[in-house]
């Protein structure tokens, strides 16, 4: 009788080859194909006035101080040939803690005072991410010039503002402007304006402007904006040449009048020297300068400024000393 010997071990299992679908997840757009916010029209043609001195005339003397990260100080004095040119204002700047973007938190409180009594106040506060409120006050001898309030919302392609400029609701009079502006692309925008202003001084008592606006952006180095109405117009040119160079191009002027005003700045930049420079030059070969040198490794800026029209025989100029 043999031995029969029966084996417990069964033989193995096929592999399983059916493809298991992969976990299901949200699509995403990649960012080159995302739409952007255009900004609002108050910054439509803010890379070309960028590029326009601020020029002076005189001696000017500014002192910034940090007491510390959320409150500043500074002194200005400017000491010019007529004491209607002179001045001093001493100034303040609260920083918020709320970083709504890259150099922008919220609240912001900025507030200069001069020696007779006017005195210009700038709040601009974000209470939604999307809501941002801005109030300018003008105070001369300590009596209401000048108000100013702005309303801002901003979706993920279009800007919608509502500024209000010395109004008064019971006599209906001030200067009412809604703005909008929307992305077509990461490229183009489009937008309209509509500036209502009523005053007794106004035939009618009240005056309309619509105001057609849009900017191109080309190879992310050249922007054209434009701000086309009935009455006039306003085309600005920006191209950057490169980190150091940029040069840009303003025309603005009214129909109605014909008359067009064509200015052409740009800004250089010398880092190893560090020293800024800008210049413009319009059609009246009205001539404008400024120049600034960082004196390292002490904080402090010098600044020279000239301004030449021929057509009134002028020449100004002004030195500069900052520190801060």
């Not at 006035?49 to 002194?75: A, D, Q, W, Y």
């Not at 005056?207 to 057609?212: A, K, L, R, S």
Request: glycine share 8%; proline share 7%; net charge neutral.
């Amino acid at each position: 009788m043999g031995n029969v010997q029966a084996s417990s071990n069964l033989p193995p299992m096929p592999p399983n080859t059916t493809p298991i679908p992969p976990p299901t997840t949200p699509q995403k757009l990649p960012p080159e194909n995302r739409i952007e916010n255009p900004g609002s029209v108050e910054e439509l043609h803010k890379k070309c006035k960028e590029l326009f001195p601020m020029t002076f005339e005189g001696i000017r003397l500014v002192i910034n101080k940090g007491l510390s990260n959320h409150f500043f100080v500074s002194h200005s004095l400017l000491i010019g040939s007529t004491s209607q040119t002179s001045n001093y204002k001493f100034g303040s700047t609260f920083v918020g803690t709320n970083q709504v973007g890259p150099g922008d938190f919220s609240p912001l409180l900025i507030g200069d005072i001069d020696p007779r009594g006017n005195i210009s106040t700038n709040v601009n506060v974000q209470p939604w991410d999307n809501v941002k409120i801005k109030l300018n006050t003008q105070f001369q001898e300590f009596k209401t010039n000048g108000i100013q309030t702005t309303a801002e919302y901003r979706a993920d392609r279009y800007t919608a503002t509502l500024c209000l400029v010395n109004p008064d609701l019971f006599n209906y009079t001030g200067i009412y402007i809604s703005q909008y502006l929307y992305a077509l692309n990461n490229k183009t925008s489009v937008g309209a304006e509509v500036i209502h202003q009523r005053s007794p001084q106004i035939p009618n008592g009240h005056i309309t402007v619509f105001n057609v606006l849009g900017r191109y952006i080309y190879d992310d180095a050249t922007t054209i904006s434009t701000t086309l109405s009935l009455t006039g117009l306003q085309c600005c040119y920006h191209f950057k040449a490169s980190e150091q160079l940029q040069f840009g191009v303003d025309l603005e002027g009214s129909l109605l009048q014909r008359d067009i005003n064509a200015t052409f700045a740009y800004q250089a930049q010398i880092p190893k020297s560090d020293i800024n420079i800008k210049g413009s030059i319009d059609r009246k070969w009205n001539i404008s300068t400024t120049l600034e040198k960082r004196l390292h490794p002490m904080p402090f800026t010098f600044a020279l400024s000239t301004m030449f029209s021929p057509a009134k025989h002028q020449l100004r100029m002004g030195v500069g000393f900052l520190v801060g």
